[in-house]
């Protein structure tokens, strides 16, 4: 059974920093594309950051690898994303996904092509 578990998240105060971590059990890590992508109220999934199959390279959409920092350590099968700079529009709940990246590049996987989704970590960024 494929499990994929974010933690990290909680309540910082605008300018601040977080890391998020997903443990992923059930899969071989580094045979998959990993992604965070957050969604907030009332509005639609974002994705922030994707990391292509055995981290050899990141996919940052816009200009969002200005404040956040996607890594992993495929040893033990964990996913970070670091996030400095904190912003309340960044308040969101934050999953990590893995795709088995069908012949596509980092920067052409939608969340569509990611077969397994964690639940979550709520981050709120809130003075």
């Known amino acids: 059974q494929v499990r994929l578990v974010e933690s990290g998240g909680g309540t910082v105060q605008p300018g601040g920093s977080l890391k998020l971590s997903c443990a992923a059990s059930g899969i071989d890590f580094s045979a998959y594309c990993m992604a965070w992508f957050r969604q907030a109220p009332g509005k639609e999934r974002e994705e922030i950051a994707v990391l292509s199959r055995g981290a050899s390279s990141t996919y940052y959409p816009g200009s969002k690898n200005d404040r956040f920092t996607i890594s992993s350590d495929n040893a033990e099968n964990k996913l970070t994303l670091h996030m400095f700079s904190l912003k309340p529009e960044d308040t969101a709940m934050y999953y990590c996904?893995?795709?088995?990246?069908?012949?596509?590049?980092?920067?052409?996987?939608?969340?569509?092509?990611?077969?397994?989704w964690g639940q979550g970590t709520q981050v709120t960024v809130s003075s």
């Open positions: 996904a893995a795709s088995t990246c069908p012949g596509l590049p980092p920067s052409r996987l939608r969340p569509g092509d990611f077969v397994y």
